[in-house]
């Protein structure tokens, strides 16, 4: 089944270490995207690349990494800089020629910073 | 200044009534999407149905369909015949489409809702 995969589903860290997030996709799609929301709060992007080997700063970039060295990965590193970064994950990927270009969910990591 | 706005934090319907979550923009990009995504407990988000700023008809999926008022830059999801399954945050979503900002989703806030049995 083609899909996006997020890994893990919940992650504990402590305050201080860099953590990242896995993102995987078996959907062929060129572009793909990292967005944080706070609880009871919409999605805010974080990063976003449209093809390999290239990314661009979402609206909340600071105090995370990312990179794009294959088509279907593009983990997201949360930083010691991140100064809350207790919140949860989700990363979409698109075909970004498509009719609609919408973009297909993971089902999300939940990361707790203690 | 918001570009998405959801004004309804929480709505509430009787299964088996129609209805309709508001969501209005703010763009000065002629060329946008407007997607609407339903959002479960458990965290994944569904896309549902989409809207081109050029599209002249109203879109429709099922028991969704999109009241796209653009003059008054609106886009209101309206849900047929609302099941128990529908219980969900649900988050309208505009693209603004040139360059390489093509594909960035601008998310609203949210509307949560309860159908009642």
């Known amino acids: 089944d083609g899909g996006i995969t997020q890994s893990p589903k919940y992650l504990f860290r402590k305050e201080g270490q860099n953590v990242t997030l896995s993102c995987e996709q078996n959907l062929n799609h060129d572009a793909m995207y990292w967005y944080r929301q706070d609880p009871g709060q919409g999605l805010r992007l974080i990063y976003y690349?449209?093809?390999?080997?290239?990314?661009q700063k979402g609206d909340i970039a600071e105090g995370y990494s990312v990179s794009r060295e294959k088509k279907e990965s593009f983990p997201l590193t949360v930083t010691s800089a991140q100064k809350n970064p207790t919140a949860f994950y989700l990363c979409?990927?698109?075909?970004?020629?498509?009719?609609?270009?919408?973009?297909?969910f993971g089902p999300g990591t939940r990361l707790t910073v203690l | 200044a918001q570009k998405i706005t959801q004004t309804q934090p929480g709505m509430f319907v009787q299964e088996k009534e129609a209805v309709t979550l508001d969501c209005t923009y703010d763009t000065s990009d002629p060329s946008y999407g407007l997607f609407w995504y339903k959002q479960p407990s458990s965290g994944e988000m569904i896309f549902l149905i989409y809207?081109?700023?050029?599209?002249?008809q109203n879109a429709t999926e099922g028991r969704y369909s999109l009241n796209f008022q653009k003059a008054r830059k609106s886009a209101n999801l309206v849900i047929s015949a609302s099941q128990l399954g529908d219980s969900a945050m649900y988050f309208c979503a505009m693209r603004e489409g040139s360059g390489t900002s093509y594909g960035k989703l601008t998310f609203g806030q949210g509307t949560i809702l309860t159908v009642h049995p």
């Open positions: 690349s449209q093809i390999v080997n290239d990314f």
């Open positions: 809207q081109g700023s050029y599209d002249q």
């Open positions: 979409a990927s698109s075909v970004p020629l498509g009719p609609y270009n919408e973009q297909f």
